[in-house]
Antibody, heavy 115, light 113 residues
């Protein structure tokens, strides 16, 4: 059974940093591209970042470019999102999701940016 | 950037009746590889999104056959042949022809009458 479990969310002040993790199981993690997608409270879905299976290709939404860094550790079956210079508008539930047309999603982790 | 526009934004349906959601993209989603990268998701209340349909018309594993997708180019439709109470939630279309910038529609909220 494919499982994606996010962690690392929490309350952080504007300008602060946070690192999200996504633990994958039930499939060959190293064979799939991965994504981060977020959802602000009461809003729709917004793609944040993607990384190819071998980390050769990395992409970011314009809204996070230069502030967020996606990475993965295939040996640990884990996906990460380092978030720096956080803003109030980054407040959202962050989901990790597998592959280009995401087929499996985690349960999400809430990031709240507030003073 | 490709803009995805869904209509209607809300839908109230009697159980057993059909429902239909439209999704229009600002550019064709037909890739040179022959695939059309249009997906449909359902986000039930309090849950993560779940994939219903991939590449326009293919039902994902475990998705009931009352869900169907159709369309081509820039115009797509999700149909539910007979709505059930468990189908409530927000439906999203999404394009992934244009990596790295994947975009979602605004969402269509389905309620039961």
């Amino acid at each position: 059974e494919v499982q994606l479990v996010e962690s690392g969310g929490g309350l952080v002040k504007p300008g602060g940093s946070l690192r999200l993790s996504c633990a994958a199981s039930g499939f060959t993690f190293s064979s799939y591209s991965m994504n981060w997608v977020r959802q602000a409270p009461g809003k729709g879905l917004e793609w944040v970042s993607s990384i190819s299976s071998s980390s050769s290709y990395i992409y970011y939404a314009d809204s996070v470019k230069g502030r967020f860094t996606i990475s993965r550790d295939n040996a640990k079956n884990s996906l990460y999102l380092q978030m720096n210079s956080l803003r109030a508008e980054d407040t959202a539930v962050y989901y990790c999701a597998r592959r280009r047309g995401p087929d499996y999603w985690g349960q999400g982790t809430l990031v709240t940016v507030s003073s | 950037d490709i803009v995805m526009t869904q209509t209607p934004l809300s839908l109230s349906v009697t159980p057993g009746q059909p429902a239909s959601i439209s999704c229009k993209s600002s550019q064709s989603l037909l890739h040179s590889d022959g695939k059309t990268y249009l997906y449909w998701y359902l986000q039930k209340p309090g849950q993560s999104p779940q994939l219903l349909i991939y590449e326009v018309s293919n039902r994902f594993s475990g998705v009931p056959d009352r869900f169907s997708g159709s369309g081509s180019g820039t115009d797509f439709t999700l149909k539910i042949s007979r709505v059930e109470a468990e189908d409530v939630g927000v439906y999203y279309c999404m394009q992934s022809i244009q990596p790295p910038m994947y975009t979602f529609g605004q969402g269509t909220k389905l309620e039961i009458k």
